[in-house]
């Protein structure tokens, strides 16, 4: 019993490795599904560019409207805010507003950068987007020194239905591949600098130490598992005795619950303070000295 709940700490400390990963898996799966059974490149000129980026972009972003939709946190700032705009920078603090919407975009675009890597590393929808212009700088780089048939039968190489020779053929459709996967290990590196530097930063411009920070996220994380749960039960007992009163045709019990006010305050952006020992808007609300003032 000992090792099993070893082993299941070590896989709740390690969600988050293990959700990336997961979501590594299901882009290669899905791009390998695209690939295989939809994709076919039309190849000809006036088709192949929009095709093919289609294919390498469209979804990307739909990962990253997934992504925004369903963000938890994004939906908490976002919601009444028309109504209210104070909600979106508290205190008129727009830069943390906007660093919250960064937090945000940035989570959201994981999956899309992964979709991204891993389409341009197979390098099928990139050779038959780029294999479709006819823009004069691209037509060079491939034909260069080539007959002039090398221009008028580049958008059939994708599918090996030119009138080159097979050499010609895979030589050219080896060059689109090779620049996919140098493009798609450039946005690697690319994102994987800009996230340490990111991380750096933010450690760096950290109010609190290492160690409590990292108790920090676990208490967030914690609070909203027991606040999901939380919020079930009593929900399900709200219910129940709202039935009893209407079936049974008689005056409801005494149950109380948070009042608008109270939900506005723990639902409101958490910022920081070193003067407040609070770890969220909620554990603000119920430490106060009399939190009923806000009824």
């Not at 260069?144 to 053929?169: G, H, I």
Request: glycine share 6%; proline share 3%; aromatic share 14%.
């Amino acid at each position: 019993m000992d090792n099993f709940q070893t082993v299941l700490r070590f896989f709740m400390n390690q969600k988050a490795t293990i959700g990336y990963s997961f979501m590594a898996l299901l882009t290669i799966g899905g791009e390998r599904i695209f690939s295989m059974v939809s994709f076919q490149c039309p190849c000809n000129h006036d088709q192949n560019f929009a095709y093919g980026l289609t294919f390498l972009l469209g979804p990307g972003l739909v990962l990253l409207v997934l992504g925004l939709f369903f963000s938890s946190r994004l939906w908490r700032l976002y919601t009444g805010c028309c109504l209210n705009p104070v909600k979106l920078c508290p205190g008129g603090n727009c830069f943390t507003c906007l660093k919250v919407f960064v937090n945000i975009f940035t989570g959201a675009c994981v999956a899309p950068i992964m979709w991204l890597c891993v389409a341009l590393l197979n390098g099928t929808f990139y050779e038959c987007a780029v294999s479709g212009l006819d823009d004069n700088l691209v037509l060079d780089m491939f034909c260069k020194n080539r007959t002039l048939m090398c221009r008028e039968e580049l958008a059939r190489v994708p599918c090996s239905k030119s009138k080159l020779s097979s050499d010609l053929n895979m030589e050219l459709l080896l060059m689109f591949r090779a620049q996919s996967q140098i493009l798609g290990w450039c946005v690697i590196i690319i994102s994987a600098v800009l996230g340490l530097l990111g991380t750096c930063y933010t450690n760096c411009r950290s109010k609190v130490s290492y160690l409590q920070l990292t108790f920090w996220k676990r208490y967030v994380e914690k609070e909203k598992e027991q606040f999901d749960t939380f919020a079930m039960e009593y929900a399900s007992k709200l219910a129940e005795r709202n039935l009893k009163s209407f079936f049974e045709n008689r005056d409801p019990e005494i149950f109380p619950f948070p009042n608008h006010k109270a939900w506005e305050e723990i639902s409101a952006l958490y910022t920081f303070s070193k003067s407040e020992q609070y770890y969220s808007t909620l554990q603000r609300y119920v430490e106060r000295d009399d939190p009923r003032l806000l009824a």
